[in-house]
């Protein structure tokens, strides 16, 4: 039976972008272990740690998890640039929407943490695998969503993090 939860968006994730109401609803049962089909634009496995209910915590894994991520990454990056190239840039928003969540997952989670989009400008400059000038250039992107220099932007920091990915890995 599927339990349908009424959770509260927590300080901790509030942001236009991507929560317009104060509250949310999910399945929970989708939640209690890794399922790579979720879509994690508006961070459900956050929302349902940050309101105390039992579920998988990805960023306990974040290395194991990072690959998905950028794999889902080069099936929403064609679909933007599809977008873009048809000058349908009011369509790019949720895909967009969708890369920019997954980018701040797998940052947040490839450090051992799971996303805070309150002070995450203080938190992301301190990690220690992140693209230069991250801060500043998401700040861009998460200001203009759906512009064309915003999934440019996106793309390369996809780029960057990879490389990061990787030499992390190496590191350890």
């Given at each position: 039976m599927t339990q349908l939860l009424s959770l509260r968006v927590p300080a901790e994730l509030k942001h236009p972008l991507f929560f317009s109401n104060e509250e949310t609803i999910l399945e929970k049962e989708d939640y209690n272990e890794w399922n790579c089909l979720i879509q994690l634009e508006n961070f459900p496995y956050e929302l349902l740690f940050y309101n105390k209910?039992?579920?998988?915590?990805?960023w306990k894994d974040g290395d194991g998890h990072v690959p998905e991520l950028l794999e889902k990454w080069k099936k929403i990056e064609a679909e933007c640039g599809l977008l873009f190239s048809e000058r349908k840039a009011g369509q790019a928003l949720e895909p967009m929407k969708q890369g920019i969540g997954l980018f701040l997952s797998a940052v947040y989670w490839m450090h051992g943490m799971p996303v805070v989009m309150s002070a995450w400008q203080g938190q992301i400059k301190d990690f220690t695998y992140i693209p230069v000038n991250l801060v500043e250039r998401l700040s861009f992107i998460l200001a203009r969503p759906a512009f064309f220099h915003s999934y440019r932007q996106l793309s390369e920091l996809?780029?960057?993090?990879?490389?990061?990915?990787?030499?992390?890995?190496?590191k350890k």
């Open positions: 209910v039992e579920s998988y915590l990805p996809f780029r960057e993090f990879e490389k990061q990915y990787v030499k992390s890995r190496i």
